[in-house]
């Protein structure tokens, strides 16, 4: 008999600590771009992060749809329909690595254009796009790996490679940006090759054949890819509409605070982007656990690992939103090198209301995880399209034309409590549906 709760606590502590490790990361790189290029390095990355999310998002969406349907075929004992999983997988990643890297040699200048860079950001913003989008097969195949690893009962493994390419990220980072002088071009550059070593990481148990899965001799199959990208699409939705989300909060906070308030949204980005690192840790360490019960039919099981996923949910929340309360302040000094006082007063407001989001944010991961992992990928879906297009963007220009600054702040965490509601009332009417199938 499985013990779920030490199942689970070793899934989200591990993938959790990975996470964090990204996010140390991202924070810190962000801190270097502020500190070397000042205000305007820091517009750029968030000029360009959008494109990051849809990368990001691709890699996650083949990666958790491939893992996902993988752990639902081996609870089910079903080895060469697994191996058939992982050989879609990676046609999938294939196809869209190569389309990313068609935009970045033929269309980044383009691109950054449409994304808001004026005459004094385009090298900039251009300069980290075209690098970011080369470096795609990385992150895409990084992705993938990490998933099946976790998925295949092997979560220290694709944590040590996301600590590990995480590190290395930090410290070429430093030596590429101040000791070799290539300003944001050092940080993208450090930025892709740190999932090159992840992937070093993870090749010798490839190598020696230390996982249960396997590339076959067959062709792409439609109708198996298709599966994969709609369990997927969830995960997707939520990178891919928050880089879209970005690029509108940056068109509202250009014409409220100008290019000062784009680089104090920066400081607030990049900060979320941690704080949602470390529920999608959670959220990954929940899944394989879910997809491995949900296969076997053990419900019992489900259950008990959505409920210690909610209420770790809940302490980690109380925690990221205590430090960011009373540390605003600091953080935001750190950030802000050139001692500018209208972003410092602009990032430090920013950050107090825009987290008050933090339970309902991690609510909203955790139940679309859940409905992901039990093969309920349209409730997922619908819950991610609400929190990233279909209420955040009506909620932000409502907010911003009546309360300015503020408004653009408080949109975050209306439309993630607003969202949390309709997942609750999605969970109720899943259960009410099971609940009449049995007693059929």
């Known amino acids: 008999m499985r013990n ?73 004992g079903e080895d060469d329909q697994a191996n058939r999983i992982f050989t879609n997988a990676t046609c999938l990643a294939l196809g869209f690595s190569a389309l990313y890297v068609l935009l970045g040699l033929l269309c980044s200048v383009p691109l950054s254009r449409l994304l808001g ?50 590190v290395c990220n930090i410290v070429m980072a430093y030596v590429f940006i101040f000791h070799l002088g290539l300003g944001i071009f050092g940080s993208i550059l450090a930025a892709g090759l740190a999932p090159v070593i992840g992937i070093l990481v993870m090749t010798p148990s490839l190598i020696l054949g230390k996982n249960q899965f396997c590339l076959i001799r067959m062709l792409p199959e439609a109708e198996g890819m298709r599966a994969i990208l709609a369990i997927g699409v969830s995960p997707f939705l ?36 941690a704080v949602v690192a470390i529920y999608t ?62 972003l410092q007063a602009h990032a430090a407001a920013g950050i107090r209301r825009y987290f008050l989001a933090c339970p309902f944010l991690g609510f909203n991961i955790v139940l679309a995880t859940y409905f992901i992992s039990t093969e309920h990928s349209r409730a997922a879906q619908t819950i991610s399209l609400l929190r990233g297009l279909i209420v955040l963007i009506p909620m932000a220009f409502i907010l911003s034309a009546n309360f300015g600054m503020t408004g653009v702040w408080l949109a975050y965490p209306a439309t993630e409590a607003l969202v949390a509601l309709v997942g609750v009332v999605l969970f109720r009417l899943r259960k009410t549906k099971e609940r009449d199938i049995l007693s059929r």
């Open 281 to 342: 840790g959670l959220s990954q360490g929940e899944q394989p656990v879910l997809s491995r019960s949900f296969g076997a039919e053990e419900h019992t099981s489900v259950r008990a690992a959505l409920r210690y996923a909610l209420w770790t949910m809940l302490l980690i929340s109380a925690v990221i939103y205590g430090v960011l309360y009373f540390g605003a302040e600091p953080i935001v000094t750190a950030f802000n090198s050139e001692g500018n006082a209208a």
């Open 238 to 273: 939520t990178e891919a509409t928050s880089g879209i989300v970005m690029f509108v909060f940056n068109c509202i906070i250009l014409r409220l605070a100008g290019n000062v308030g784009v680089a104090a949204f920066s400081v607030v980005s990049v900060i979320s982007l």
């Open 117 to 166: 860079a004026d005459d004094s950001l385009l090298g900039l913003t251009n300069t980290y796009l075209r690098t970011l989008l080369l470096f795609a097969p990385a992150f895409l195949a990084n992705h993938l790996l990490q998933s099946f690893f976790r998925n295949d009962a092997r979560p220290s493994l694709a944590m040590t490679a996301l600590i590990t390419a995480s």
């Open 4 to 76: 779920i709760r030490k199942e689970f606590a070793k899934y989200a502590a591990l993938n959790i600590l990975g996470q964090a490790a990204y996010a140390c990361y991202t924070v810190t790189d962000t801190f270097l771009v502020a500190a070397r290029v000042g205000a305007d390095g820091l517009a750029a990355l968030n000029l360009a992060f959008p494109v990051f999310c849809f990368v990001s998002g691709t890699g996650l969406m083949v990666g958790v749809g491939g893992g996902t349907r993988y752990a639902i075929a081996k609870g089910r």
